[in-house]
C-alpha cells in the first residue's frame, strides 16, 4: 500500500499538468500540422486522461484493489511498486538505443520515415507493456 496520504492532491496535479499540456498541443497541431494530427492527439490526449482518472479513482476509493500500474501512474506507489517501475523503465531505456539507432540507419538507407516512425514506436510500447509484466511478476 501507499505510503503516502494524499493520493486525491497527486492525482488532480497530474490532471491539471496533463490538460495544461494537452489542449495547447492540441491548439498547435490543429493550427500547424498536416492532416489529423490534432485530431489524433486530442483524441488520445484525452483518452490518456480518462483512463488516468479511473486510475486515481480506483487508487483513492479502492487501494486494496488497484494494480502495481495504477498505484506507480496515480504517484501513489509503495517501495515495490516503485522498483517494478523502475526497473521496467531500465529494460525500455536499455532497449530503446539500438531500436532507435536500426530505425535511424533505415530511414537514412531509403525506408519511409513515416512507417519506420510508426514502427519504432509501437515496438517501444510493446517493450514497455512486456517488461512491466514481466518485472512485476518477478518481484
Known amino acids: 500500500m501507499s505510503t503516502e496520504r494524499r493520493p486525491i492532491v497527486k492525482a488532480a496535479f497530474g490532471l491539471v499538468a496533463g490538460i495544461a499540456v494537452l ?3 492540441v491548439v498547435l497541431l490543429v493550427n500547424k500540422a498536416p492532416g489529423n494530427m490534432g485530431a ?4 488520445g490526449g484525452g483518452f490518456v486522461l480518462i483512463a488516468f482518472t479511473i486510475a486515481a479513482w480506483r487508487t483513492a476509493r479502492r487501494p486494496d484493489k488497484t494494480t502495481t500500474f495504477e498505484r506507480s501512474v496515480t504517484g501513489s ?6 522498483l517494478v517501475a523502475t526497473k521496467a523503465a ?19 538507407m531509403g525506408a519511409p520515415a513515416t512507417a519506420t516512425l ?3 514506436l509501437y515496438t517501444l510500447l510493446a517493450i514497455a507493456v512486456v517488461s512491466f509484466i514481466v518485472v512485476s511478476r518477478r518481484t
Open 118 to 120: 510508426g514502427i519504432t
Open 77 to 82: 506507489a509503495d517501495e515495490r511498486d516503485r
Open 23 to 25: 489542449v495547447p498541443l
Open 90 to 108: 531500465a529494460v525500455l531505456g536499455v532497449a530503446s538505443l539500438p531500436i532507435t539507432g536500426i530505425a535511424t540507419s533505415a530511414v537514412a
Open 40 to 43: 489524433g492527439a486530442a483524441f
